[in-house]
């Protein structure tokens, strides 16, 4: 019965800080770590004997290591990571743009001012220019039929 028990008013609430900044900074210390192996490897200015070196310097001694690769190469980091990001977004906006160009031919809406405009002008009736409404409308437009407007069963 000598075991002792500890309860949480035996630990000091400094120390408690304590070890809170001491997980932080040891959290922060493997996202630096893999970070700077991150970019070890992306780094396309390197070569593969340069490549080796650095991550076995990292790897067998990591604390001068990182600290090392960071004062060396720290400054061209953030902008070889700043030009990948940018890469990725100009490839992104790409892709947008060449998706909402591959959409097809003219809207609805577009196709209806185009109707209105040819009824206008009188080449069209406006029992033509009602038929050609509803197959816009219903999605089966004058784009999908060659300009030809079928005849409807009549009402």
């Given at each position: 019965?000598?075991?002792?028990?500890?309860?949480?008013?035996?630990?000091p609430l400094l120390s408690v800080f304590w070890s809170m900044l001491l997980f932080f900074l040891?959290?922060?210390?493997?996202?630096?770590?893999?970070?700077?192996?991150?970019?070890?490897?992306?780094?396309?200015?390197?070569?593969?004997?340069?490549?080796?070196?650095?991550?076995?310097?990292?790897?067998?001694?990591?604390?001068?290591?990182?600290?090392?690769?960071?004062?060396?190469?720290?400054?061209?980091?953030?902008?070889?990571?700043?030009?990948?990001?940018?890469?990725?977004?100009?490839?992104?906006?790409?892709?947008?743009?060449?998706?909402?160009?591959?959409?097809?031919?003219?809207?609805?809406?577009?196709?209806?001012?185009?109707?209105?405009?040819?009824?206008?002008?009188?080449?069209?009736?406006?029992?033509?220019?009602?038929?050609?409404?509803?197959?816009?409308?219903?999605?089966?437009?004058?784009?999908?039929?060659?300009?030809?407007?079928?005849?409807?069963?009549?009402?």
């Amino acid at each position: 019965m000598s075991a002792q028990t500890y309860l949480a008013y035996d630990y000091p609430l400094l120390s408690v800080f304590w070890s809170m900044l001491l997980f932080f900074l040891w959290i922060m210390w493997f996202v630096l770590l893999f970070r700077v192996v991150v970019d070890i490897f992306r780094d396309d200015d390197l070569s593969g004997g340069a490549k080796a070196g650095w991550l076995a310097f990292t790897i067998l001694l990591p604390f001068v290591g990182v600290f090392v690769y960071v004062v060396a190469r720290g400054k061209n980091m953030g902008r070889r990571e700043t030009s990948r990001a940018r890469a990725q977004q100009e490839a992104f906006d790409a892709r947008i743009r060449e998706a909402a160009g591959a959409q097809g031919g003219p809207s609805s809406i577009d196709e209806l001012a185009k109707l209105s405009e040819i009824r206008a002008r009188g080449d069209i009736t406006d029992e033509e220019f009602r038929r050609a409404k509803e197959l816009v409308l219903t999605g089966h437009g004058p784009a999908e039929h060659a300009g030809s407007i079928p005849r409807t069963s009549g009402r």
